[in-house]
């Protein structure tokens, strides 16, 4: 790809069309591997690319990436399993939300997928017992003990303060819905666990359209975008692949996602997806445009680039959050405590 | 903008990007006759920790492709053991072709000589003087700080990277090697003095030939010399503790870590000097089959 520019565009290209790996000279697959290590989505692209002529040493990072994801899936699953056998007296249900889910349920969204965190959620009237167990058999601890975050995240957040595990060295995250509940947006996160369908091995995951969802919130109505090209890519195959199997899903996505107030998003989510990943065909707006210019905000050794569009959508990310006043009051605490 | 210097060391390669040309400059002076790189197999930079900080107390965060959260920042004096720190943090988290083994290798007829143990004990001052100065009895320096043990012929693969040398060893092997190929001296680094010095031009020019494991040391500095066998089970579970991507490898990690410690002999030395150890080694082998 001599000429072409070097962002996160060449990995999007790379993603959606692999054959075209064949125009890039050595500099291209230097910048081409550096973004996808980046973006976390060397494993999926060393998946993606797999018998396409490549040069030796591109194959051997290649062949690494694939043995790394191959850990990733291994030790995620036995996250899942340890923490499904901290709960076995917990008679309400844990599911999996995110990378685990996916390749507990051998997705299409799970292969090469990076996956760091354990994301659980449990219905929020039983936060406590699920907190007690993790803390107390399971092995879990607090990543470290601070008031105000704690009261801020049991308060105001989706999720507990963050768990590790004292011998594993893995993180835990129990949520109870999939947005801060201080988020414009309410889902119905009891409608979510309901519905949830259990996997081959035992462990429960959302059904496919509260999976997609979940994906599109995620990216879309919290956050500001960082790993935003993995997060795509997640939804563009779990709607791809549900659509496959079911015609009328599209539909029922939208039906769905208008009970979880997150219509818009989902449906920005699509058109990004289709944009990027897709054959092109959806029609995209400006403001669809912004997202495009940050979520391939990348130079050709993997930083970040764009500092302004970054940081608009660092801002923009803080106000989804929360209220403008809650903001003010909670970024002053934080700078008070210099943290 | 950035300066920038590839290198290739055994089968991998590295760019490293820097915003002062110094760290760069030594490291093409230090890495001279080291072939170059066309894609690398990782990037590690060196750059500000915040714009001012490039000119006023200098101070060099290290990132690259794989990254431990919350490293901490080094001043820019000392950017070249901060591009080396890079690298070695590239291979521990993101090598997966071989099982890493945190070790010195040195080789002779080609067969290698493996030596673990944790830092202190003495492994990395050990293959620099047997690679230095036992040259000349055919001993060829690997590497001193990771040993590459290929999962599907069981061989080791030489990483001659520059040879880090701490504290007292830094003038040991001044003294042992006066026409050696020294890095500048940085003193009161977090790991203490630190001073590299460039492997023998044998090391680099043959570091694609690998060699046959034939036997493992676990030395100890300190105590008056002595030689213990270590079984094979004991060796293992130290080996997984040494081992960077032991568990990453999965099945293939197993069946290269039991194999070693089934066909390789293990002994535990204990010494008080280098000129101890280094009799304590060719005793032990020349009593190998």
Not at chain 2, 179 to 204: E, Q, S, V, W, Y
């Amino acid at each position: 790809m001599n000429g072409a520019a070097k962002n996160g565009m060449m990995l999007v290209t790379a993603l959606r069309d692999p054959a075209s790996v064949a125009r890039l000279d050595a500099d291209g697959w230097a910048c081409l591997i550096a973004i996808a290590r980046a973006e976390l989505l060397i494993g999926t692209l060393a998946h993606r690319l797999a018998g396409q002529p490549a040069p030796e040493r591109v194959c051997a990072i290649l062949d690494d990436a694939r043995i790394n994801a191959q850990y990733q899936r291994r030790s995620a699953l036995w996250e899942a399993k340890c923490a499904k056998r901290a709960l076995s007296t917990y008679d309400g249900r844990m599911v999996l939300m995110k990378g685990t889910a996916y390749v507990a349920a051998d997705l299409r969204a799970g292969i090469g997928r990076s996956i760091g965190d354990l994301d659980i959620m449990v219905a929020e009237d039983d936060l406590k017992d699920a907190e007690q167990l993790l803390l107390t058999i399971g092995g879990w601890e607090w990543v470290k003990e601070d008031a105000y975050d704690d009261a801020y995240y049991r308060t105001h957040m989706h999720e507990l303060p963050p768990m590790i595990h004292k011998e594993r060295d893995r993180m835990i995250d129990v949520h109870h819905t999939i947005l801060p509940k201080t988020a414009g947006p309410t889902p119905d996160a009891a409608a979510m666990l309901d519905s949830a369908i259990v996997t081959d091995n035992g462990l429960h995951i959302f059904a496919p359209a509260d999976m997609a969802i979940h994906c599109a919130a995620h990216l879309i109505a919290d956050g500001e975008l960082d790993g935003g090209l993995r997060n795509l890519w997640d939804f563009h195959c779990l709607y791809s692949e549900s659509s496959a199997a079911d015609t009328r899903f599209a539909a029922q996505l939208l039906t769905r996602a208008d009970h979880h107030q997150l219509r818009s998003a989902v449906q920005r989510a699509c058109r990004l997806a289709n944009y990027l990943y897709g054959d092109r065909s959806a029609r995209i707006t400006i403001t669809d445009r912004l997202f495009i210019r940050r979520l391939t905000a990348r130079d050709y050794l993997g930083r970040g680039s764009r500092k302004f569009t970054r940081l608009a959508f660092y801002i923009r990310s803080h106000l989804l959050r929360m209220p403008p006043v809650m903001l003010a009051r909670h970024l002053w605490t934080k700078w008070r405590k210099g943290s | 903008m950035l300066h920038e210097f590839r290198v290739t060391v055994g089968p991998a390669s590295f760019r490293l990007s820097s915003s002062w040309a110094k760290p760069i400059a030594q490291m093409r002076a230090l890495y001279a006759g080291y072939p170059a790189a066309d894609i690398p197999d990782f990037n590690v930079r060196l750059e500000p920790v915040s714009p001012l900080r490039r000119f006023i107390r200098p101070s060099a965060a290290i990132d690259g492709d794989y990254m431990l959260p919350d490293a901490a920042p080094l001043p820019a004096r000392q950017g070249l053991l901060g591009l080396e720190m890079g690298m070695n943090l590239q291979m521990a988290l993101g090598w997966r072709r071989q099982m890493i083994l945190h070790a010195s290798a040195v080789e002779r007829d080609g067969r290698a000589l493996i030596m673990t143990g944790e830092s202190g004990s003495g492994k990395s001052t050990l293959s620099a003087m047997l690679g230095q100065i036992a040259g000349a009895q055919g001993w060829r320096f690997m590497g001193d700080e990771f040993a590459l043990i290929d999962p599907e012929s069981g061989d080791a693969v030489p990483y001659p990277r520059l040879i880090s040398l701490k504290n007292e060893a830094i003038a040991a092997m001044q003294a042992a090697s006066p026409g050696g190929h020294f890095g500048p001296l940085m003193r009161a680094t977090p790991k203490g003095d630190i001073r590299h010095l460039a492997p023998p031009p044998d090391a680099i020019a043959r570091m694609d030939e690998r060699a046959r494991p034939a036997l493992l040391l676990f030395p100890s500095f300190g105590r008056d010399a002595a030689i213990r066998d270590v079984p094979p089970s004991e060796a293992f579970m130290r080996l997984t503790q040494a081992s960077t991507n032991y568990v990453a490898l999965g099945e293939a990690g197993f069946r290269a870590l039991t194999r070693f410690v089934r066909e390789v002999p293990v002994r535990a030395i204990d010494y008080r000097s280098g000129d101890e150890a280094m009799e304590l080694v060719e005793q032990l082998w020349s009593a190998l089959p």
